[in-house]
């Protein structure tokens, strides 16, 4: 057992988990469903909108429909008087009501077309939004299940390498763990350096002749001169 390999691969793997769970707190994923379901919901406002409009325009077409239900009701009933009248003046009283009431039928026909025309631009917005409510739960449903697959991969993994870690703390000298630990926290994650040629991999800084002579005359595990990280000198 290499206690400067298991040092290296503590470090790396401890990298690999902190890069998982920023992955996991940060997926593409999250952000592309967040967007979709930003969409939905602004779309839920409109359609709401189009329903209570379109909910209106039937309620005016009925009450037209009832107005000139009502009109042809009373006109029928004036022809039918007015068939049986031989008042002349009472005739000529009756058809001028049938005028009017004509008149307002017309007034009415001509309201509808309009209320028509509404319907129909409103009933298509409908649709329309119904269309697009459509292919973004669909999205939503793909983004959805390509997120949980995602999700459940990174913490296998992270699960895995944690595992791996705890076998690797265990085969280390509780003493070496604890400097590492330490050091891990001075510098930012990266506690353990190697040499790599003069350099330090940790620092990168180039070291002096007289400061790699020391060190290739100590332990496989030291210190960095610069940067003080624990230094794997040799493998
Ligand atoms: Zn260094």
């Not at 992270?158 to 330490?182: C, G, T």
Request: glycine share 2%; hydrophobic share 35%; aromatic share 2%.
């Amino acid at each position: 057992m290499n206690t400067a390999n298991d040092l290296l691969e503590l470090q790396q793997i401890d990298l690999d988990i902190l890069r998982n769970r920023k992955l996991l707190d940060n997926l593409p994923e999250a952000s592309n469903l967040q967007l979709i379901r930003n969409q939905q919901k602004e779309l839920a406002r409109k359609t709401t909108k189009i329903t209570g409009l379109l909910k209106d325009q039937y309620i005016e077409s009925d009450e037209n429909d009832q107005k000139k239900s009502a009109l042809t009701t009373k006109a029928q009933e004036i022809n039918n008087a007015n068939a049986t009248l031989s008042d002349y003046r009472l005739i000529q009283s009756n058809n001028a009501e049938l005028d009017r009431i004509a008149k307002r039928v017309e007034k009415i026909d001509f309201l509808q077309k309009s209320v028509d025309a509404e319907i129909l631009r409103l009933e298509e917005l409908r649709d329309k939004s119904n269309q697009i409510k459509e292919s973004l739960d669909a999205r939503e449903a793909v983004l959805l299940n390509e997120l949980k697959e995602r999700v459940e991969s990174l913490k296998t993994e992270v699960a895995n390498l944690a595992a791996r870690r705890e076998a690797l703390v265990e085969q280390l000298p509780p003493d070496l763990y604890e400097q590492y630990r330490i050091s891990c926290k001075q510098h930012a994650h990266i506690g353990v350096g190697k040499l790599e040629g003069r350099s330090c991999s940790g620092c990168g800084v180039e070291l002096q002749q007289s400061q790699l002579d020391i060190l290739r005359r100590g332990e496989d595990i030291s210190r960095c001169p610069v940067c003080k990280r624990l230094l794997v000198v040799r493998k």
